[in-house]
């Protein structure tokens, strides 16, 4: 199917947005998030980039469940359907993802909700 130029413009804007530094980056939180959809347990996930260490940033993936959920089982669930550089590094459990009054995710405000592991 051809696209016109309008309409291919405006797919490249759903699959890219501008970092604080003004460089594009990837959009590809939606992607990460559905290689989770169907896993046992998991309730709700989002994925962003978080910053461990200044200057380093890694993708992470935040995810609701009423019990912990091995690290080890996300990573195989990662691999069999992402490839591995969206692969998360980092996963986290949350009682709950940071919502607004009307149900929508608040991405920004999973970066303060980081732990480093220990």
């Not at 591995?84 to 970066?111: E, F, M, S, V």
Request: proline letters at 6%; a positive charge.
């Amino acid at each position: 199917m051809q696209r016109s130029a309008h309409d291919q413009a405006y797919l490249r804007s759903l699959l890219a947005r501008r970092n604080q530094d003004g460089a594009l980056q990837a959009h590809i939180d939606a992607e990460i998030e559905a290689a989770f959809h169907d896993l046992p347990g998991l309730s709700a996930c989002a994925a962003t980039q978080v910053e461990p260490t200044p200057g380093t940033t890694i993708l992470a993936l935040f995810f609701e469940s009423p019990c912990e959920i091995a690290a080890s089982t996300l990573q195989e669930c990662a691999e069999k359907a992402l490839a591995r550089w969206k692969q998360p590094r980092h996963y986290q459990r949350l009682d709950a993802l940071p919502r607004t009054g009307t149900g929508k995710l608040i991405r920004k405000a999973l970066a303060a909700r980081y732990r480093r592991p220990e």
